[in-house]
Nanobody, 127 residues
Framework: QVQVVESGGGLVQAGGSLRLSCTAS????????MGWLRQAPGKEREGVSC????????YYTDSVKGRFTVSRDNANNTLYLQMNNLKPEDTAMYYC????????????????????WGQGTQVTVSS
């Protein structure tokens, strides 16, 4: 049984930082592209960042470029998202997801490309 578990969310003031972690079990972690997606109240779920199986090339949505950094540790089945200079508009439930891709380097910011999801971790940024 595949389990994906996020942690590290919380309440932070604008300009602050948080580091999200995600562990996945029940699958061969290194065989999956991993993504961070978020959903704010009343809005559609959006892809924030993702990284391919080999962890070489990260992808980011434009609104977080230069502030967020995604990384993965395949030896420990863990995905990270370092979030700096947080803004109130970053407030959302953040989800970790795993999906198969044809290339070791590729990943997608589209939620439709992911097969396994965590329950989410809430990030709230106060102004």
């Amino acid at each position: 049984q595949v389990q994906v578990v996020e942690s590290g969310g919380g309440l932070v003031q604008a300009g602050g930082s948080l580091r999200l972690s995600c562990t996945a079990s029940g699958l061969t972690f290194a065989d999956y592209a991993m993504g961070w997606l978020r959903q704010a109240p009343g809005k559609e779920r959006e892809g924030v960042s993702c990284i391919g199986q080999n962890g070489v090339i990260p992808y980011y949505t434009d609104s977080v470029k230069g502030r967020f950094t995604v990384s993965r540790d395949n030896a420990n089945n863990t995905l990270y998202l370092q979030m700096n200079n947080l803004k109130p508009e970053d407030t959302a439930m953040y989800y970790c997801a795993a999906g198969r891709t044809a290339s070791d380097y590729y990943c997608s910011l589209s939620s439709t490309r992911y097969n396994y999801w965590g329950q989410g971790t809430q990030v709230t940024v106060s102004s």
